[in-house]
């Protein structure tokens, strides 16, 4: 399955959204980048929802979804959701191309769905407003079309939000999702239903061959206890699963509680949290623009006075230069009394030595002579008419250190967007917790303990219907004896068939599971950072394990623990684990993520974008903003396998987002 085209029409962000999709079989990625808020996940949801629909329950959730901008545009009498996916997909060893369509509007308060799906030169259409049985016929050959490209309940992970992918490696859930669906994945389903058709006909074909009409009867009846026990066991294993999910996801939330913070206490702390968090942004906003003011009004010291600096600098530094020039020369100048007491001590040493009086000099001539002649040697200074502190001044001009603060502003201001980016999911989460003050919560134990108690129940219902289904299956086949031996090679053929299926899918799944654990085990070699290279062996279960498990193990024989994991290495077990299932798979679908470097560190993406992306899939469609893959250096290392470019683009005014065909501005090579 490739997806060569995606359009959406008055879809939350996107007044109309049409990309083209298509990738080259040397470049499988299409790159799509987007900073928070512009749209990306949006567009992920969009291509979901075109697959398998929208469920609309009302005009104010339909008013929800519609397009914001538009709703505010003169003369706007209502409109149209539209939602249109084109692919293409193998039918019976024939690529086929498809154009599936939905469109959802209001018509007398009332969520009207159609859908129109175009293969080849058939349409299909159905609708919410056809009769059930109008519906049901053209509904269930898309739904097969779509079944048989990709299956919903394995979209999850192949159309998935990277940061959510740690969610799905707690031990229940990463063990259900395999057993869940490695059969699907991997194409084993078809056999187990061949397996069961084959039983199905085969103990029809035994009640017709018992001679004894009571004996058939009783046959009957026991093969029909049989099938409605394993639908009973189905259906408990469908409510464990459900369960299991439902004791992950509170249990951090219950074990809170259970240390003596009530409800009202951990909400009133999520409370807390966020108001402390809306106040640090209240005050940065409010620090930021007071910051702001004062450079503006500061604008001569920050801005005018530094360039002026700058201009005149060299003419500035030749004046400082010759002050300092005619400050040393007048350094050497004595003072009159300097003069004095310097000829006194002089004079007073020739006499002693010379032998002459004391007094016999004439000191005040001396004097006077030394005074006139450093009055003939004035100091020349042209810049005299400056005083001190003018040339004080000058100096602080072009040495006073100039550091521009409207960098540093314009940082805190980009900061302060993403913040403000995450308001309104803050303040939603604050009215949410604070409708729940009120004892509302106070049933988490309760709840809690009760679905625990389910699970333990359920465990020994189904260990119990497992043991009548094996007991009924005795009592069925004791019957074998009392049919009559008659030569018949089609019903002999007839009883061979469940075995060979069920020996054929065993087979098979063992044979993928040693496949699953190799390429698991030189995958994670090379994409855990953290462990590469040391990764000595993977394990899926056991041979005659009933449930699927996951585990790896170190080269030094330990096991290493998935729950004591950070995040990021979580994130690559699961893709890494997700990449195994498409390689080995029967499914060809796209494979589109979300948040692709999620909290990955540097390490990490490096090796994630040199040798996870590039042969995931025949069409990769990567979700990312500029701080996950740079485009300084990531975009360079994955540009040879990329497609097609595009930028999503925020229009606060229009309240719709913008597309161009670049990423962040960098343009393909061509």
Do not use: W
């Not at 995606?6 to 080259?24: F, G, S």
């Not at 310097?342 to 000191?363: N, W, Y």
């Not at 087979?507 to 654990?517: A, D």
């Amino acid at each position: 399955m490739k997806i060569s085209r995606i359009y959406a029409e008055n879809y939350k962000t996107y007044r109309q959204l049409d990309l083209n999709l298509e990738v080259a079989d040397d470049r499988p990625i299409i790159l799509i980048g987007g900073g928070n808020g512009c749209g990306k996940t949006t567009l992920f949801d969009a291509i979901y929802h075109a697959l398998y629909g929208l469920t609309i329950k009302s005009p104010k959730q339909f008013d929800e979804l519609f397009n914001a901008g538009v709703k505010l545009e003169p003369g706007f009498q209502g409109g149209d959701i539209i939602l249109q996916v084109d692919f293409s997909g193998m039918v019976l060893g024939r690529e086929q191309q498809y154009i599936l369509k939905r469109t959802y509007r209001v018509i007398n308060d009332r969520v009207v769905e159609s859908v129109q799906l175009k293969m080849g030169g058939n349409t299909f259409t159905y609708g919410s407003a056809q009769t059930p049985a109008q519906r049901a016929q053209n509904e269930e050959v898309v739904r097969k079309i779509i079944t048989a490209n990709l299956p919903p309940e394995l979209s999850t992970y192949f159309l998935f939000d990277a940061m959510k992918t740690s969610e799905l490696l707690k031990e229940e859930k990463i063990n259900a999702l395999i057993e869940k669906n490695i059969n699907s994945v991997m194409g084993f389903n078809k056999y187990i239903q061949l397996r069961h058709s084959a039983s199905s006909l085969l103990e029809s074909k035994k009640a017709e061959r018992l001679e004894n009409e009571n004996q058939r009867r009783e046959y009957e009846r026991l093969v029909k206890e049989r099938k409605s026990k394993e639908e009973e066991l189905e259906r408990l294993n469908e409510e464990y699963t459900e369960k299991l999910s439902y004791a992950n996801d509170h249990k951090e939330q219950y074990e809170l509680v259970q240390k003596g913070r009530n409800a009202d206490d951990v909400t009133r702390d999520k409370i807390r949290q966020i108001e402390d968090s809306l106040n640090l942004y209240a005050q940065q906003e409010r620090s930021f623009r007071k910051e702001a003011d004062d450079i503006c009004r500061d604008i001569e010291t920050n801005v005018i006075f530094p360039k002026l600096a700058d201009v005149i600098r060299s003419e500035v530094e030749l004046i400082l230069h010759e002050k300092e020039r005619a400050t040393q020369a007048r350094e050497n100048i004595l003072s009159e009394e300097q003069v004095l007491d310097l000829t006194k001590k002089i004079v007073r040493i020739v006499e002693q030595q010379k032998g002459l009086p004391s007094g016999s000099c004439d000191i005040q001539a001396i004097i006077q002579k030394i005074l006139d002649s450093q009055n003939e040697a004035e100091v020349e200074d042209e810049y005299s008419f400056l005083t001190e502190a003018e040339v004080k001044i000058l100096e602080n001009l072009v040495s006073s250190p100039y550091v521009n603060p409207f960098i540093a502003l314009d940082e805190k201001r980009d900061r302060l967007n993403l913040e403000r980016a995450e308001l309104p999911r803050r303040r939603q989460q604050l009215e949410d917790y604070r409708r729940a003050i009120g004892g509302h919560e106070y049933t988490i134990i309760e709840l809690y303990e009760a679905n625990n108690q389910r699970i333990q129940e359920l465990k020994d219902l189904t260990a119990n219907l497992r043991k009548e289904i094996k007991d009924l299956g005795d009592k069925i086949a004791r019957y074998d004896y009392d049919i009559p031996q008659v030569p018949d090679p089609k019903y002999d053929m007839l009883c061979k068939l469940p075995d060979f299926f069920k020996n054929l899918s065993t087979k098979l799944l063992q044979t993928k599971k040693r496949s699953i654990e190799r390429m698991m085990c030189e995958e994670l070699n090379q994409n855990l950072v953290v462990y590469a290279g040391y990764i000595g062996r993977v394990e899926l279960s056991g041979e005659n394990s009933e449930e699927i498990s996951f585990k790896f193990f170190h080269k030094n024989g330990n096991e290493i623990s998935i729950s004591q994991l950070n995040a990021g290495a979580k994130q690559t077990v699961m893709q890494v684990l997700l990449k195994v299932l498409y390689k080995l798979g029967d499914y060809e679908p796209p494979v589109m993520i979300d948040t692709v470097m999620g909290v990955l560190d540097k390490a990490s993406r490096e090796v994630i974008l040199e040798h996870y992306f590039p042969d995931l899939a025949h069409q990769t469609i990567l979700l990312s903003t500029d701080t996950e893959i740079t485009t300084e250096r990531d975009f360079q290392k994955i540009e040879a396998y990329v497609s097609r470019t595009y930028t999503l683009h925020r229009d606060k005014e229009a309240q719709c987002t913008n597309i161009t065909n670049d990423y962040f501005g960098l343009k393909m090579n061509e």
